[in-house]
């Protein structure tokens, strides 16, 4: 999976955070109020978006509205999954990335273990 680009990540981090449907106006808005950034360019980005399959739309009048089809923790978790896939150890890999997390994440990655291992039993 090919990471975002920043004005991609900045549109879906939007739209993630809202938690609902929006519009490009909406984006735009929002963009406006930290720095200056045209119409069209939210619009074809959100396009582009739209064509990678990232968000899906449905008409509310005359606008689109979009919507986050994966979730950023859907996202956060394909970017781990290709950092493991550049290595030709994973174990090794995997060793070196909990070696930096710190004792919450520990915890967390522990429950997340426990919680997919009994939804594997049957």
Same mark, same amino acid.
């Given at each position: #999976?090919?990471?975002?680009?920043?004005?991609?990540?900045? /549109? #879906?981090?939007?739209? %993630?955070? %809202?938690?609902?449907?929006?519009?490009? *106006?909406? !984006? !735009?808005?929002? /963009?406006?109020?930290?720095?200056?950034?045209?119409?069209?360019?939210? #619009?074809?980005?959100?396009? /582009?978006? =739209?064509?990678?399959?990232?968000? +899906? *739309?449905?008409?509310?009048?005359?606008? %689109?509205?979009?919507?986050? !089809?994966?979730?950023?923790?859907? =996202?956060?978790?394909?970017?781990?999954?290709?950092?493991?896939?550049? +290595?030709?150890?994973?174990?090794?890999?995997?060793?070196?990335?909990?070696?930096? #997390?710190?004792?919450?994440?520990?915890?967390?990655?522990?429950?997340?273990? *426990?919680?997919?291992?009994?939804?594997?039993?049957?």
């Amino acid at each position: #999976m090919r990471r975002l680009g920043d004005l991609e990540a900045e /549109i #879906m981090d939007r739209l %993630w955070t %809202w938690n609902r449907p929006a519009t490009v *106006r909406e !984006v !735009v808005n929002d /963009i406006n109020e930290t720095r200056p950034l045209a119409y069209t360019t939210v #619009m074809t980005v959100t396009n /582009i978006l =739209y064509s990678k399959g990232w968000l +899906s *739309r449905s008409k509310q009048g005359r606008a %689109w509205l979009y919507t986050p !089809v994966r979730s950023r923790e859907a =996202y956060a978790a394909a970017l781990m999954e290709d950092g493991l896939g550049a +290595s030709k150890d994973r174990s090794a890999a995997l060793v070196h990335f909990v070696e930096g #997390m710190s004792e919450d994440e520990v915890a967390a990655l522990r429950r997340a273990l *426990r919680s997919v291992g009994q939804q594997a039993k049957p």
